[in-house]
């Protein structure tokens, strides 16, 4: 039985609607706090892929941290790129941490590696 193009057009819009609504989840920060936190640390690992570079950090009292950067244009344009820092070196990342509390990850809005800052949503920066 063959459906109706106006049920293959609902079904199909029906599906779009699924997958915007996905990647939105994504890369939204509907998964993080609205209130931004300090996070200092040691880089253990730089991944520029996409869809966003990542650096897992590992905290002296709080374990190894999943620290996500902008999409790799916007982490770019804040002037961290490959080569600027490298696992080892100290950072401190302000940012929004996952409203899941076991979940040691979050998303940044500032990094400073070296005493050099790079803010990758300047837009989103709270400071007191």
């Not at 996500?68 to 490959?82: A, D, H, I, K, Q």
């Not at 005493?115 to 300047?122: F, L, N, S």
Request: glycine residues 10%; without cysteine; charged residues 25%.
């Amino acid at each position: 039985m063959t459906k109706s193009l106006p049920s293959r057009i609902l079904a199909g819009v029906a599906l779009g609607l699924l997958l915007v609504t996905g990647a939105a989840a994504h890369h939204g920060w509907s998964w993080a706090e609205a209130d931004q936190v300090e996070l200092s640390g040691t880089i253990l690992e730089i991944a520029m892929a996409p869809p966003h570079p990542t650096l897992r950090v590992e905290t002296q009292n709080d374990g190894t941290w999943r620290v996500e950067l902008g999409n790799p244009r916007l982490t770019e344009r804040s002037g961290f790129v490959e080569g600027v820092a490298k696992a080892g070196d100290p950072i401190v990342v302000l940012g929004n941490r996952s409203l899941d509390r076991n979940e040691k990850r979050m998303k940044a809005v500032r990094i400073t590696v070296a005493g050099k800052v790079y803010d990758i949503y300047p837009e989103r920066i709270r400071t007191n």
